[in-house]
């Protein structure tokens, strides 16, 4: 029988210096690290795993290998790292207004339907040939910006929590150099557990872990997470004001905005005492050698224009 098999890179454990039979689990992950530092390569077949515990599927039995090449292949790292939020998959669910009703607030509230027109520029993204990831942060704080908390990753758009910028930058710029990132959608927030503060979430070996755990889109239905619902448009009737407001009234809501006053943590109404129109389009914007593609007009129709090999993607 001849069969290809492939054994990813950031799959093989670090040895300890001191031993080699033991493995060292505390180490930069090899997707991270310098291949420069690498010696050798050992593929083992035991009747023991690292560490001395038992293998199940070390038989002891006549066994022989026969390898007619050995050859290096290369995991496309992402081309495109998209940052939309939580809750435009979960909204996209949403088939009644007694769902919407019964959800949290912004996916209630959907200004503009600000949530569709996200979920619509992660589909031109897995659309448009692109290795991509697509990172999804709750709700962006200001508070504790300088804290360290654990961060949480989770899939299936059922998280809503907070987050800040730079944690979500932190996020970004992993992603970019994981090849496990690639072809992945995934919430990110701080940890609520108690002892999640003080933790280095950020840290990119960190962050890569929690990365290799989650699941690719197209095989979300293999570990039982809801397929990827379809892009729509946002829905014709917009709230009335008197709905607008029993949303902003909410207590969850009423607690953030005063918690973070200098912040706009829910948008969808003029905000007159400051003289700011805060109700304003989505759009979003790609930079092409240092220019925008579009120019990001207010009160313009949403869009996401995407290049590729120099050309407009449709």
């Known amino acids: 029988i001849i069969q290809d098999v492939e054994l990813k890179f950031e799959n093989f454990v670090a040895l300890s210096t001191q031993n080699a039979n033991n493995a060292d689990y505390s180490c930069e992950p090899l997707s991270q690290a310098d291949r420069s530092d690498v010696a050798f390569l050992n593929i083992v077949l035991s009747k023991f795993e690292f560490n001395g515990y038992p293998n199940p599927a070390g038989v002891p039995e006549k066994f022989s290998l026969l390898l007619e090449k050995i050859e290096g292949f290369s995991n496309p790292k992402p081309q495109i790292v998209l940052v939309t939020s939580a809750a435009c998959e979960r909204n996209a669910r949403i088939t009644s207004q007694e769902e919407r009703n019964a959800d ?22 897995r659309n448009s040939g692109f290795s991509y990831t697509v990172v999804r942060p709750c709700g962006l704080t200001t508070i504790n910006e300088t804290e360290k908390y654990e961060l949480e990753l989770r899939q299936g758009d059922i998280i809503s929590g907070a987050i800040s910028r730079s944690e979500v930058a932190s996020l970004v710029t992993t992603s970019l150099f994981q090849p496990g990132a690639s072809g992945k959608t995934f919430e990110a927030r701080r940890s609520e557990a108690k002892d999640g503060k003080g933790k280095d ?3 990119p070996a960190v962050i890569s872990r929690q990365i290799l755990t989650l699941v690719p889109d197209s095989e979300r239905f293999t570990r039982g997470l809801p397929v990827l619902p379809p892009a729509l448009d946002p829905p014709a009737a917009e709230l009335s004001e008197e709905e607008k407001e029993k949303v902003l009234n909410d207590p969850r809501v009423r607690a953030k905005r005063e918690a973070e006053p ?10 007159t005492s400051k003289g700011k129109n805060l109700v304003s389009a989505p759009s979003i914007v790609v930079y092409r050698n240092g220019q925008p593609v579009e120019e990001n007009k207010a009160n313009s129709a949403p869009s996401f224009v995407v290049y590729r090999n120099g050309q407009l993607v449709a």
Request: overall charge negative.
């Open 104 to 125: 949290i607030p912004i996916v209630q509230l959907n200004p503009n339907g600000i949530l569709n027109w996200k979920y619509k520029g992660e589909f031109a993204v």
């Open 262 to 271: 200098g912040e706009q943590q829910v948008v969808g109404r003029d905000d």
């Open 201 to 203: 979430g950020v840290a």
